[in-house]
């Protein structure tokens, strides 16, 4: 769902205005399209600083006599608010576009741009891969103790099997030693 990702902020133009009103929108609001708007208030197409720039300034027409509606991009491509952000992604790959309103009964409420997307897409693969290297980490940390432990019960083994060779009062100060060593490596003696 796209939602999250979605500018609620999203500036208009009627399509009758001149085209100076609109670089000068662009320019007031700090943005790089505007929603054109048609006379009953629908999205009727989306006009951008590269539209300005090829369809008005590189055609050396006067931006005092043109109207919106002769330099913008028509038909506009629009989703809904359910939509899936990864088939948005998509759509704007396909048709070659960094933005694409989200409209509600042919109004617009909001705006998807590429650009906020991908930094979405890629703060979340940033916060996979510091979860993963946790989880690497943790995992690498009870082996190591796994390792520890085990090796502690081989030698434990090891020490027992010889004790059973010596005599029976350095035995038993042994096994009291090793009991020791059990209880501080919080090994009971049924883990033998």
Not at 64 to 89: C, G, N, Q, W, Y
Not at 144 to 149: A, I, L, M, N, P
Not at 164 to 169: E, F, R, T, V
Not at 176 to 188: P, Q, Y
Request: aromatic fraction near 2%; charge should be negative.
């Amino acid at each position: 769902m796209i939602t999250p990702h979605i500018s609620r902020d999203v500036a208009t133009i009627s399509e009758e205005e001149s085209v100076c009103a609109a670089a000068a929108r662009l320019r007031d609001d700090a943005v790089g399209c505007l929603v054109v708007l048609d006379g009953d208030g629908e999205v009727s197409g989306m006009l951008t600083d590269r539209d300005l720039a090829l369809r008005v300034v590189a055609a050396d027409r006067d931006p005092k006599h043109v109207r919106v509606a002769d330099a913008m991009t028509s038909p506009v491509v629009f989703t809904d608010e359910d939509a899936d952000l990864d088939d948005v992604i998509a759509l704007m790959r396909a048709r070659g576009i960094r933005r694409i309103p989200i409209c509600d009964d042919g109004e617009p409420v909001g705006l998807v741009a590429l650009d906020d997307a991908l930094q979405t897409l890629a703060r979340e693969v940033s916060d996979l891969g510091r979860e993963a290297s946790a989880k690497v980490r943790k995992a690498r940390r009870r082996a190591k103790v796994e390792r520890v432990r085990h090796d502690a019960e081989d030698l434990l083994e090891e020490l027992h099997r010889r004790l059973a060779l010596g005599n029976w009062y350095a035995r038993e100060a042994f096994l009291d030693r090793l009991d020791d060593l059990r209880d501080r490596l919080h090994l009971s003696p049924d883990d033998d």
